[in-house]
């Protein structure tokens, strides 16, 4: 069992690719963390800002063994997420892990046990749950009641957003393509708002490489019906929201980058929202308490999303095309 963390959360970053420049900045705009340790296979790839001041290490298990860190930021490509957490864990270090958690449900419950049996923080980041018009949405009196359908849609063109070693365009390292990779954010989205979901049906365009490009999830939350539409073939930058449509056949529409122009200019305000959350439930700070997160920014955990993904893969019949109109016809 770790102590209680007492002083600055001492952080460890692990990868040092595109997503984890979100969290540098969300650190560095805080008192009460900063980054200890580094890793990263290729040390030319840890930020200016930090290669000075902190050891940076190329094996992660040096990392971990070095007493230099309270917990872990894992934000190396999917396939290696159970390995780095697995072995985190077994160092007794807390864990923040990029979603998906694990790429089967098996690994994701195994992490899950690991952790709990540990006393350990295990957080899946779903940074979704911490974007502004969403919490705005939600702090409008939203109520599951009033609902009738939900469609959430996440389109991008996935090239866009490889980092250097293109692992996202390689089925067993991303874990299948669309569904393994954005499904995660859009049913903890979909989960988040509705609770628990039963997977209907899914539709699944695989392209010649192998990667399931496009996804049709159709799902149902007792008398409310909802579906994921996941594009990584969309030719024109970005489209992620939802559409809310009511009994009475009213829509309302959340678009999730509304105002942020940039590109993934939402993100960083998203990622501010999951350190926040991450350090107060390794610190035992009230969340609501914690700036910038979502006071109702609360969802599945990483093992529940894995098992709903692997229920999607398990339902999903291959279709020659799929239209996705950015959910909102
Ligand atoms: N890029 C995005 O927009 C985005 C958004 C949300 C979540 N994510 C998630 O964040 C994670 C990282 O994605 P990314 O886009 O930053 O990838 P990336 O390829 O840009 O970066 C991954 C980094 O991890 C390093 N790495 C690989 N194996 C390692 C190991 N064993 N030890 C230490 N470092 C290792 C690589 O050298 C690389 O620098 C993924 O799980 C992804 O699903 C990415």
Redesign the pocket.
């Known amino acids: 069992m770790p102590e209680t963390v007492s002083r600055d959360l001492r952080l460890g970053l ?7 420049a979100y969290y540098v900045r969300a650190i560095e705009k805080r008192t009460d963390v900063r980054i200890t340790a580094v ?4 040390p030319a ?1 840890v930020p200016p800002s930090l290669v000075h001041d902190v050891p940076v290490m ?3 298990a040096d990392l971990m063994a070095s007493g230099l860190v309270d917990a872990v930021i ?5 396939d ?2 159970v ?2 957490c697995s072995a985190a864990l077994n160092h007794d270090l807390h864990v923040c ?4 958690l694990a790429l089967s449900e098996a690994d994701a419950a195994h992490l899950t046990h690991q952790a709990r049996t540990r006393g350990l923080v295990l957080f899946t ?1 779903f ?1 979704r749950r911490y974007n502004q018009h969403y919490i705005d949405f939600l702090d409008a009196g939203f109520d599951t009641a009033s609902v009738s359908h939900v469609s959430l849609y996440y389109c991008e063109k996935i090239e866009d ?8 365009l390689n089925p067993d390292r ?1 874990g299948g393509g669309c569904l393994a ?1 954005n499904g995660p ?1 859009a049913l903890d989205a979909l989960m988040a708002l509705l609770g628990p979901l039963t997977v209907d049906g899914v539709d699944l365009e695989v392209d010649d490489r192998g990667l399931d490009i496009r996804a049709r999830v159709r799902l149902t939350a007792g008398a409310v019906s909802a579906e994921a539409l996941l594009d990584w073939g969309y030719p024109d930058g970005e489209l992620k929201g939802f559409v809310v449509r009511d009994k009475a056949g009213a829509t309302t529409s959340i678009d999730y980058l509304r105002g942020y122009t940039g590109f ?1 200019e939402s ?1 960083e305000h998203e990622y501010e929202g999951v350190l926040a959350d991450f350090v107060a439930r390794v610190t035992g700070a009230p969340r609501g308490a914690v700036s910038h997160c979502a006071p109702r920014g609360v969802g599945p955990e990483g093992d529940t999303v894995a098992r709903l993904v692997a229920d999607a893969y398990r339902q999903a019949r291959p279709v020659p095309r799929i239209a996705v109109t950015g959910g909102l016809a």
Do not use: Q
């Open positions: 692990i990868g040092c690719g595109v997503i984890s890793s990263d296979l290729d790839r190329t094996n992660y894992v934000n190396v490509p999917n290696a997420h390995e780095v892990c990029e979603k998906p980041a940074h957003h490889c980092g250097r070693d293109r692992w996202y991303c990779d954010n993934k993100l």
